[in-house]
């Protein structure tokens, strides 16, 4: 049976209804997608800092605390301390990785993001950060830094502000599929001006590009990874 027509006033009738709804349901997407971002917003990020130089009154490790310090209230910077790290062997590496190692690769995979520090020892990266990274290379194509942002930067006593440890840091990483961050580049020439006694920076000049490189990379990782980094069991039982 052919159903009859409907009248112009019930037709309008049943547009601005169905228009309604459609918005109504675009709406409560909206509304979700807002509540999502703002759950995801309130959870602290988690930036690992390592440090290539094991000295007391290493700069790099002075780097590593004004990023602490200036980081914004949401972003949790929290150190690792390669030193403990075994040289890597793989006749060690193929009877288990040792605790320490197994701690870095855990500290890493529970972070968002990771930001080193390094200076410049002849031109190239320093051996204990190079040591630490052929440890978390491993397994080969599995990286725990395969896929995870990484940020750079570095002091040195003379002009080069580390840019050739830097340049050759990005390759490595890059090889291993860690993300390396771009921009900004946080170079630091004449370290030895720039801190006090306490080896605490104290330009604010510095002080300003690190904060800039710590919030590009916690905005930037909100923007293309919002999702939470793998739970420290997972890493344990994988």
């Known amino acids: 049976m052919n159903r009859n027509p409907p009248s112009p006033e019930q037709a309008l009738l049943e547009f601005f209804q169905s228009t309604y ?5 675009l709406a409560q997407w909206d509304r979700e997608a807002l509540e999502r971002r703002k ?3 309130r959870k602290p990020f988690r930036i690992l800092a390592i440090a290539g130089s094991l000295r007391q009154g290493s700069y790099n490790r002075g780097l590593l605390r004004a990023a602490q310090e200036v980081a914004p209230g949401w972003v949790e910077v929290q150190f690792f301390d390669i030193g403990q790290l075994p040289f890597f062997n793989e006749d060690v590496e193929a009877a288990g990785d ?6 870095l690769k855990a500290a890493i995979a529970t972070s968002n993001a990771v930001l080193i520090a390094t200076p410049e020892y002849n031109g190239a990266v320093p051996g204990v950060l190079a040591n630490a990274i052929d440890w978390v290379s491993r397994p080969t194509g599995r ?7 990484v940020a750079i930067m570095g002091a040195v006593l003379g002009r080069s502000g580390s840019a050739n440890a830097q340049a050759a ?7 291993i599929g ?3 961050v771009p921009d900004p580049q946080v170079l630091v020439p004449s370290a030895s001006k720039l801190f006090d006694e306490n080896v605490d920076l104290r330009n604010e000049g510095t002080r300003e590009e690190i904060r800039q490189l710590v919030e590009a990379v916690a905005h930037w990782c909100r ?3 919002p999702e939470e980094p793998v739970s420290a069991q997972s890493v344990a039982s994988s």
């Not at 040792?98 to 701690?103: K, S, Y």
């Open 223 to 225: 923007r293309v990874q």
């Open 169 to 175: 840091l990005r390759g490595v990483l890059g090889r």
């Open 178 to 180: 860690a993300v390396v």
């Open 143 to 149: 990286s725990v830094l395969r896929n995870k942002p």
């Open 21 to 25: 709804e459609a918005g109504a349901t």
């Open 98 to 103: 040792p605790e320490p190692v197994r701690r």
């Open 39 to 41: 759950t995801v917003d």
